[in-house]
């Protein structure tokens, strides 16, 4: 029988006996290791580990007969909108819009903001996510609604990297044929809440309240311009400066729609109808840019993104659903763009739920592109790990279980079906299971999931709070259905002529 490895000093937390998915091991049948944590950090990872002479036990688990992951990154959400899961079937994005981000929304309370904050975060831990992207909207900016979201993310104990999404181009001058189809007296209803705020400049507020501000260990900080199409090139100057004075990620969508493909075509001829080569000609592509969606890139911005090392955030789940279209997965991948996995919305995507949109990750590679690339099941696991971690900029510290990395963990039992017989681990965890096997998270060294409940928080009374305040929320939310509705012949009719644009890009299938 082989030696055990001594126990490091300073241990405080062993995990024994589990299948590890170190990058090195074999993702269809890793091998079984002990943990080594020390308060928030991985210390050690070995066959087996020993107590030395006198050494006082540490916390143990015993994980025989489970599996141990690197907690997930959700690299793009939104949590403006949680409470409004399960309100919509399929709508075209920029319709989807003025549902999911109404300019005519009454101020939302503070109670509000914390429930949906806390529910939202909630779900990503029960999947195990340890680490969520938040690029969220606050409209009209109150500081006392930033600092009820930053804390409720600090009770509920997950991972944040957290930005504010803004704009300074409102978004009816960015959807094609939207003015020219709507009669002027309804111009003032499609507005978005993500539009410029004249009198508050919100960049400066966040440097000198946040950026400035004291650390939190599980709180980093990202900028999020809405698209760049509803930035100027001023407002990308400033948040590119800022960016690489605080050595921040970016995150922003681009290319969801055909209408945002079709928005660069007529208005960028300069840069051949590109938004890619417009943001590379202003300086603003690098390994800190995320692009969120990513569906209707050219081969040739393709290149762009891999040349300058931008990212891409993919969310298959909500491009499904609101009609987009099938992002070029296979191309990225043999170009080497790096891609990290999101899961959007909740009145798009629905779920938060990484497995959901691994599985659809790894079909959608395959259906869309028939020529043969890279395994899509070890690719998609990649992308919900490391990916999602290196486009973070937190790729030396999260989306990996090894020595000098956070302690950001989900475990599994696989006394599933989804894992019996065990033929392939990492296929049975993208193809076949849904979250089901969670059995515990843990995150900055803390455990926020035991025995699939969570304990940092109660979340019987976080339940109780969204129940509160729901009749609130569908008062408003049905006044928005009914304004949506007045503007529907018209919506039909832009629609009608953004699906019947050219914007010179053919893929198979066409969902659209």
């Not at 938040?134 to 500081?143: A, C, G, K, R, S």
């Not at 100027?232 to 209408?259: Q, W």
């Not at 928005?263 to 300086?283: K, M, P, V």
């Not at 109660?458 to 408003?476: G, H, S």
Request: with cysteine; aromatic share 8%; charged share 20%.
């Amino acid at each position: 029988m082989p030696q055990s490895t001594p126990l490091p000093v300073g241990t405080t937390l062993w995990i024994a006996n589990a299948r590890v998915m170190t990058p090195e091991t074999d993702w269809h049948q890793p091998s079984v290791a002990d943990i080594a944590i020390q308060d928030d950090m991985i210390i050690g990872v070995a066959p087996s580990y020993g107590l030395r002479p006198g050494q006082v036990p540490p916390e143990t688990l015993d994980a025989r007969g489970h599996l141990v992951l690197p907690g997930f990154v959700n690299a793009h959400y939104h949590s403006h909108d949680v409470l409004a899961k399960g309100t919509l079937e399929q709508v075209p994005l920029e319709q989807w819009r003025l549902y999911a981000l109404p300019a005519q929304y009454p101020p939302r309370s503070k109670e509000e903001l914390r429930a949906r904050t806390m529910l939202g975060a909630l779900e990503c831990l029960r999947s195990g996510m340890t680490t969520v992207q938040d690029m969220l909207t606050l409209y009209p900016f109150d500081p006392e609604h930033l600092d009820t979201v930053i804390q409720a993310y600090e009770d509920v104990g997950i991972r944040v990297v957290f930005a504010l999404q803004y704009g300074d181009r409102k978004g009816l001058d960015t959807v094609p044929y939207w003015k020219e189809v709507f009669p002027p007296e309804y111009h003032h209803l499609l507005s978005s809440a993500a539009e410029p705020e004249k009198k508050f400049d919100l960049l400066d507020y966040f440097e000198q309240n946040c950026l400035k501000g004291p650390t939190h260990p599980r709180r980093h900080w990202a900028m999020g311009p809405s698209s760049p199409e509803r930035c100027t090139t001023a407002l990308m100057a400033r948040t590119m400066d800022m960016a690489r004075r605080y050595d921040l990620p970016v995150y922003s969508h681009i290319y969801e729609s055909k209408g945002m493909a079709l928005t660069a075509r007529q208005e960028l001829g300069q840069y051949g109808g590109s938004l890619i080569r417009r943001l590379h000609a202003e300086g603003c592509l690098g390994p800190q840019m995320n692009f969120a969606h990513s569906v209707w890139l050219a081969p040739d911005e393709i290149e762009i993104l891999a040349e300058t090392g931008a990212g891409t955030v993919l969310n298959p789940q909500g491009n499904l659903k609101m009609q987009c279209g099938l992002p070029p997965i296979k191309s990225l991948m043999r170009a080497g763009v790096r891609i990290g996995l999101g899961c959007d919305n909740c009145s798009c995507s629905d779920a938060q739920n990484m497995y959901a949109a691994m599985k659809l990750f790894s079909l959608l590679a395959v259906v869309s592109d028939l020529r043969k690339g890279p395994p899509p099941a070890m690719e998609a696991l990649k992308a919900a790990t490391e990916g999602g971690a290196e486009g973070a900029r937190l790729g030396h510290l999260i989306g990996r279980i090894a020595p000098g990395y956070k302690a950001d963990l989900s475990i599994l039992d696989l006394a599933d079906p989804s894992f019996v017989p065990l033929n392939s681990v990492v296929r049975q965890l993208v193809n076949i299971e849904g979250g089901r096997a969670v059995r515990h998270v843990m995150v900055d060294g803390n455990w926020v999931v035991r025995d699939r409940r969570v304990v940092s928080v109660d979340e019987a009374a976080v339940f109780e709070e969204v129940e509160a305040i729901m009749p609130t929320f569908r008062k408003d939310f049905d006044a928005i259905t009914k304004r949506v509705a007045t503007l529907q012949p018209w919506l039909d009719e832009a629609q009608e002529k953004m699906d019947a644009a050219d914007v010179g890009i053919e893929r198979l299938p066409r969902l659209r």
